[in-house]
């Protein structure tokens, strides 16, 4: 035993001496070089991000994509507010808007307010001053004017000079009225009080509904001006769409704005049940359909 660990001993040593001389040696010097290469500085290179210099080129806020947005500098969170304002029917009408941006700063806007072009499309639509008592005495419709129009100065540059200026729809007057269930989005711009935002929200109502039987559903969108009904109307009711109530599935039934989901499931369960709903005293014995419940949906339901 005493020769063996002295053996053992021996061997040690000669393992030890022969890595210090030689491979030992520039496993050391690995080390040390691997250290003064961790707190060098060119350990940046593995960290550092290279900063690219923004691109200066004219954009509208309303149309640029992803790409352009990010060669112009802006942070790819602030791309994605842009996206999702304009996703839920956002617009920059003026180049004031633009400052809504999330986080955005003052280098960024004083960078950007130059490039920005706004299209005319998408430029409020000024009240004109009308002669109209209706119009005269509503201070909404005149602090709405006064608003727009300062809305519109802001964000001009000398360049503007250059360019035409856009014409607007000249605003209904007197006793004239459109029919809310015919008019276009220009047509809808005369009615003093509305600009492209409202009529916006007008023809989607519509569509979700299947058109107009009373002006006063026009105050079921948010905020909807009450002065702008004296000048609209509901004159053609042929064009109302019907819902077939026996044939369409619960999820497109869901989708009117007086149905909903419960509604829609249990005219669902009981056809399946039943079979087809032939009348409305049928749908006034369903739990969830109150008189006027009723009295709204009549003129959009269909036995067919």
Same mark, same amino acid.
């Given at each position: 035993?005493?020769v ?19 491979? #030992? &040696?520039? =496993?050391?010097?690995? /080390? ?5 290469? $961790?707190v +060098? ?5 593995? %960290? ?6 923004p691109?200066?080129?004219?954009f ?60 005319s ?19 909404r419709?005149?602090?709405? #004017? &006064?608003? =727009?129009?300062?809305? /519109? ?5 000398? $360049?503007? +000079? ?5 014409? %607007? ?136």
């Amino acid at each position: 035993m005493a020769v063996l660990n002295v053996s053992l001993v021996i061997l040690g040593a000669a393992l030890l001496s022969r890595c210090r001389s030689g491979r #030992g &040696d520039r =496993v050391g010097e690995a /080390l040390v070089s691997i250290a003064s290469d $961790s707190v +060098s500085p060119s350990s940046s290179r593995y %960290y550092a991000v290279p900063q690219v210099e923004p691109d200066s080129f004219l954009f509208d806020p309303n149309e640029a994509d992803s790409t352009q947005l990010l060669r112009l500098g802006l942070a790819p969170f602030q791309v994605r507010s842009i996206y999702r304002y304009r996703a839920k029917g956002g617009r920059f009408s003026t180049k004031d808007d633009f400052r809504r941006v999330y986080r955005l700063t003052n280098e960024q806007w004083e960078r950007l307010s130059p490039l920005m072009r706004i299209a005319s499309k998408y430029q409020l639509v000024p009240v004109v001053e009308s002669a109209d008592p209706r119009l005269s005495s509503t201070p909404r419709a005149k602090a709405l #004017g &006064d608003s =727009v129009s300062d809305s /519109l100065s802001v964000g001009s540059d000398s $360049s503007a +000079s250059a360019v035409a200026k856009p014409t %607007y729809p000249k605003k209904l007057s007197g006793d004239e009225t459109i029919d809310v269930n015919l008019a276009d989005s220009v047509l809808l711009c005369r009615v003093p009080g509305i600009g492209p935002y409202f009529s916006r929200k007008v023809l989607q109502y519509r569509r979700r509904l299947g058109g107009y039987t009373s002006t006063d559903q026009l105050l079921e969108i948010e905020d909807f001006p009450a002065d702008a009904l004296a000048w609209v109307e509901v004159g053609d009711t042929s064009v109302l769409q019907k819902l077939q109530i026996n044939s369409l599935s619960t999820r497109k039934l869901m989708k009117h704005p007086y149905m909903g989901y419960y509604r829609a499931s249990e005219i669902a369960d009981y056809r399946r049940v039943h079979g087809p709903i032939r009348s409305m005293e049928v749908l006034k014995s369903l739990p969830h359909f109150s008189e006027a419940d009723i009295l709204r949906l009549s003129p959009y339901i269909s036995f067919d």
